[in-house]
């Protein structure tokens, strides 16, 4: 404190200032920009318009993008306060580099050598396939498509997957074998449009907040919500159905046998578009309404109207997340979502999708610059037309394109514990907090000869244990596109510098290009991301996913458009996929799946009584290396809990507010706090995934989807007891 605060004559008047700003009126003076940047969010995938108020060089508030298409002048709490996360205080700014154990900074010159180096060295040692990477999706397009060369084509491994795998690939895989390419065919203004919405396992209100505000724009809807919570969202609906955890596929099953046997199917449509009829209405026969009953425990009279109802709907809506994708039976669900919008025809329609949510706010554009389950382009790793077409664009010996995709994301992590994978690169990821059986994860990277964390902070759980640290510029700090849900591709632009050394991750790429000698050859003459972008739109011309039509100057008028847009097609319109019912099999059809309904893999036991979900809350995103920064959300949720039913925690004698451990075969969770509520039903248990200090991951289960080879987050087997029982 200086003499004159100490003695009373400094009142702190430049501190305390207030002045007039042009949106904000009177006001904090340290919170009035001196110009704002229009981007798009960077945390979720409803892909908000935001424009950042920038002061002194510093990014100091955040506020809705008024002429974006998305979300009408309103952001949710998390875009809100989306500038926090630029300076907090656990961004890594300078490379560090593990010596004598211990992580030390190093210039950006020595850190790339070392890790080419390590990198090559382990390759000619064991192979160029024991080298994995795994990515993001929160990376700009620009960025997916320069790794993707640089991975398969630079350093020649097809190891490489991201943590989208364990959000939405049951979704991907499902569009893939239903309608033979991924793409959610339809938009948000479905969500205006329809009049019977189906949402199933997706809680809107507490994770796309902003898409809440279509729903509410629909008067004349039915709002039908599966979950076995009774979420926010399930709060808003007309008809909540709480399922039994992971009963859903027998579930959209018995509805289908009831629009079959009440002729509330579109025959035209089914004859003229699908493939499987006659196959689908004789597996169906077993999803009677008295079994399905059963297995999901909502009554026949309930199974029977939402049939009715969605049979019925002039443009019926089916959306979906986590609940559906987290799941070993997820790609088996989204195919029988993708039955009913076929059976009904409500597809390709305004106001009529089989509709899936995405996650992060650029999963959509890794899925589309691919390399990973597919290749560029929606292109097949196991189509040689499709592998010569990419070939020739690149100008490349298309021996050198991969014919099968490499592991995904937890065959990688198999790898590593058995010591196939001997050097990883991890980026913008945190897998020491959201990868499920934690202990499986650190086995495997225990194993490594040479683990590297290219992330915008430092520390977090997976930086911690690292041999190189690469500090990557953020959300903010940088330039590119992002695709959010409904295939809008949107700018993101650069409001301040990158904190300390930290670079973009597109300029890293091109380092280690440069470093590994194939900068020439993969990026010619690239010094943008902009030249990123424009091979890109080349690459994605005549796709599914055609961005022809789009160029950086469009999206700085527009601020977003729409995915397919050839070139000189018109801007405006909303894009719906398959409206002329073609689909992207070799015949054209959509296909029927049959699809089977089992019990998920670990059913509770006396020993293990309470199934136990998982999800996220409002005000995190995440493992919150982010949202922790951010002073409003962190104070609203600041620990985890764990939620139960009265009538259990009663029988357990316990009592809200209590610290108690979650115990699964795998692993324990202690000093989570007890809510009593109705929200969760007797007999199960919900609690947060962002929290590393009380991570629910240490007891969740390593079991996958053996198709998306996405984890069974949401139903595993744990008993609640009070700290230091049974230890
Ligand atoms: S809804 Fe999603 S995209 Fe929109 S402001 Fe919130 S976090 Fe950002």
């Given at each position: ?7 009373g ?20 003076a340290?919170k ?23 002061k002194?060089g ?22 809100l306060s ?11 700014k300078?490379p ?32 160029a ?10 990376l ?15 350093f ?11 959000c ?44 809440c ?14 979950d ?13 159905l ?30 003229k ?53 987290h ?58 037309a ?38 990883l ?18 086995h ?13 902070y ?125 689909f ?17 893999p ?34 609203l ?61 240490e ?5 996958f ?23």
């Open positions: 404190m200086n003499w004159k605060r100490a003695i004559l400094d009142n702190l008047s430049e501190e305390y200032a207030f002045a007039r700003g042009e949106s904000t009126g009177y006001t904090s340290k009035i920009p001196d110009h704002w940047v229009p981007t798009t969010c960077g945390y979720c995938s409803v892909g908000c318009g935001i424009e950042i108020g920038v002194d510093r990014a100091i508030a955040s506020r809705p993008f008024e002429l974006h298409p998305v979300n009408r002048g309103k952001l949710c709490p998390k875009g989306e500038h926090y996360t630029i300076h907090a205080e656990n961004r890594a300078y560090m580099l593990r010596k004598g154990g211990k992580l030390v900074r190093v210039g950006w010159n020595e850190a790339l050598d070392v890790m080419v180096e390590r990198f090559r060295a382990t390759q000619a040692k064991y192979g396939e024991s080298l994995g990477v795994l990515s993001t999706g929160q700009v397009t620009e960025e997916f498509y320069t790794l993707g060369k640089l991975v398969q084509l630079g020649g491994t097809n190891n490489y997957d991201g943590n989208t795998t364990l939405m690939a049951s979704a991907v895989s499902g569009y893939k074998i239903s309608f033979g390419s991924d793409g959610p065919p339809g938009a948000y203004e479905d969500l205006e449009r329809a009049d019977v919405i189906l949402l199933i396992g997706a809680n809107l209100a507490d994770n796309h907040p902003i898409l505000q279509y729903l509410e724009a629909n008067r004349n809807k039915t709002l039908i919500v599966a076995p919570r009774v979420s926010k969202t399930a709060m808003m609906a007309d008809i909540h709480p399922v039994k955890p992971r009963s859903d596929l027998a579930l959209l099953n018995g509805i289908a046998h009831i629009l079959i046997r009440y002729s509330l199917v579109d025959r035209e449509y089914i004859d578009h699908t493939a499987g009829f006659a196959d689908l209405e004789r597996f169906l026969d077993a999803y009677t309404p008295e079994r399905v009953a059963e297995i999901t425990g909502i009554s026949q009279e309930t199974i029977f109207k939402t049939a009715l109802l969605y049979g019925r709907a002039k443009a019926g809506f089916i959306g979906w997340t986590m609940g559906v994708n799941s070993t039976l997820g790609t088996a669900t989204v195919n029988a979502i993708c039955n009913l919008a076929l059976l009904t025809g409500h597809i390709g329609r305004a106001g009529a999708s089989p509709f899936s949510i995405t996650g992060q706010c650029n999963a959509m554009g890794t899925r589309e610059a691919g390399f990973t389950s597919s290749l560029p382009g929606y292109r097949k790793f196991d189509n040689a499709d592998r010569a077409e990419l070939a020739a664009i690149w100008g490349v010996n298309e021996s050198r394109l991969p014919a099968k995709r490499g592991w995904a994301y937890p065959d990688i992590v198999e790898a590593a514990v058995a010591k196939k994978i001997r050097a690169w991890i980026i913008a990821t945190n897998p020491l907090v959201s990868y499920p059986n934690q202990d499986v994860l650190r495997g990277l225990s194993n490594l000869d040479f683990l590297v964390v290219q992330d915008g430092h520390p977090t759980p997976t930086t911690e244990l690292a041999d190189l640290v690469l500090p990557a510029a953020i959300w903010g700090e940088k330039e590119g596109t992002y695709t959010n849900s409904e295939r809008r591709v949107s700018k993101v632009n650069k409001a301040v510098q990158p904190v300390g050394e930290a670079r973009s991750d597109f300029d890293i790429f091109l380092a280690v290009a440069e470093k590994l000698g194939c900068r020439d050859e993969l990026y010619p003459g690239w010094t943008t991301v902009e030249d990123a972008f424009n091979e890109w739109r080349g690459v994605s011309k005549g796709r599914l996913c055609d961005y022809s039509g789009i160029s950086y100057g469009l999206l700085a008028e527009r601020g977003a458009v729409q995915w397919p847009l050839t070139e000189g097609a018109d801007p405006n319109a909303t894009s719906r996929l398959y409206s002329d019912g073609e992207q099999t070799p015949d054209g059809r959509a296909k029927l799946v049959c699809t089977d309904w089992v019990p998920f670990e059913q509770p036991t006396p020993g293990y009584p309470f199934v136990l979900n998982t999800g996220r809350t409002v005000e995190h995103w995440h493992t919150r290396t982010k949202t922790r920064e951010v002073p409003i959300l962190e104070r949720s600041p620990r985890a809990w764990l939620e139960m039913n009265p009538r259990d925690a009663k029988q357990l004698g316990l009592r809200s507010h209590d610290s108690v451990d979650v115990v699964s075969r795998r692993g324990r969770v202690r000093g989570v706090e007890l809510r009593l509520t109705e929200i969760t039903a007797p007999g199960q248990v919900f609690m947060p995934f962002h929290f590393a200090e009380t991570n629910v991951n007891v969740t289960q390593d079991a989807d053996p198709i998306s080879r996405e984890p069974n987050y949401k139903q595993c087997a744990v008993r609640v007891e009070r700290p230091g029982a049974n230890v």
